[in-house]
């Protein structure tokens, strides 16, 4: 019984990685597709040195301000934490595309995993970058359609408004599931944890309403409005210290 609950524990986690690497490359795969068929003529030329300068840069940023993570629990159970890392990935992604806020999601994950390593069984490092880049993404896209400060905040509330929904949904089909089955722990514990907190909740999906929507309308807002005001006189150092790092002749700087 004890060989057959290794191999059952060890399957579920091989499954687990598999799943992660995929929706990984589907992430990648789709931002780099709608780059170059919708995106091409709008993202401005970058060096292939310059690019990765940029990305290890805000990627390691992200890393140490998602390590200062926090819960939030008057909203949501205590697993479910705060931080501020999107706020360089979304300044990447605005210079760089959506492709290049993928990377600085990736990077960062990945850092803070060897730095800090994961205690949700890497259900949460999972969650915090697919849900990160449902926010990204759809906000680099629409940025780059037209790159005017108007434009910058639609492309903010968009992507706020796909990662709630898209954050509640996951949250519900897979991530809750998946955090139950790997730590060995009754989904009906884990809702129970939301309804100490607030009663309307009694299912998976009343946790996904009623915690995980307001947690990323709360965590939207805590990156659009620091991204606003920090955007523009970032993306300039970061060209100038990029170009310095690389020795490479200066670009064109991106309109906000």
């Known amino acids: 019984m004890k060989l057959g609950a290794l191999f059952q524990t060890v399957g579920e986690n091989l499954q687990f990685v598999l799943i992660c ?4 490359a589907a992430i990648v795969l789709i931002s780099e597709l709608v ?3 919708w995106l091409k003529d709008s993202i401005a030329s970058v060096g292939s040195t310059k690019y990765i300068t940029i990305c290890a840069m805000l990627g ?3 890393m140490l ?5 926090f819960p939030v629990a008057f ?6 934490k705060l931080d501020f890392s999107e706020i360089p990935v979304m300044i990447g992604a605005f210079l760089l ?3 290049g806020g993928v990377i600085i999601e990736l990077v960062k994950i990945l850092l803070k995993l060897v730095v800090k390593g994961t205690s949700t069984a890497f259900v949460g490092d999972l969650a915090n970058f697919v849900v990160g880049c449902s926010f990204v993404v759809p906000a680099a896209i629409v940025y780059h359609r037209h790159k005017t400060k108007k434009t910058a905040k639609l492309a903010l509330l968009t992507g706020t408004i796909i990662m709630s929904v898209f954050g509640s949904a996951f949250n519900a089909i897979y991530l809750i599931p998946a955090f139950a089955s790997l730590y060995g722990m ?3 514990a884990i809702v129970g944890m939301g309804s100490a907190i607030n009663p309307a909740i ?3 999906w009343t946790l996904a309403l009623f915690a995980v929507v307001p947690l990323n309308l709360v965590k939207g807002v805590m990156i659009s409005v620091p991204t606003m005001l920090l955007y523009k006189r970032i993306s300039k150092v970061l060209h100038n210290t990029a170009q310095e790092s690389c020795g490479v002749n200066k670009k064109r700087q991106p309109q906000t």
């Open 60 to 62: 390691a940023l992200a």
């Open 21 to 24: 690497a995929a929706v990984i």
């Open 75 to 80: 909203l949501a159970p205590s697993f479910y």
């Open 202 to 204: 009694t299912s998976v």
């Open 65 to 69: 301000l998602h390590i200062f993570d």
């Open 186 to 188: 009754p989904i009906e």
């Open 97 to 99: 595309g959506p492709v």
């Open 35 to 37: 780059e170059k068929k």
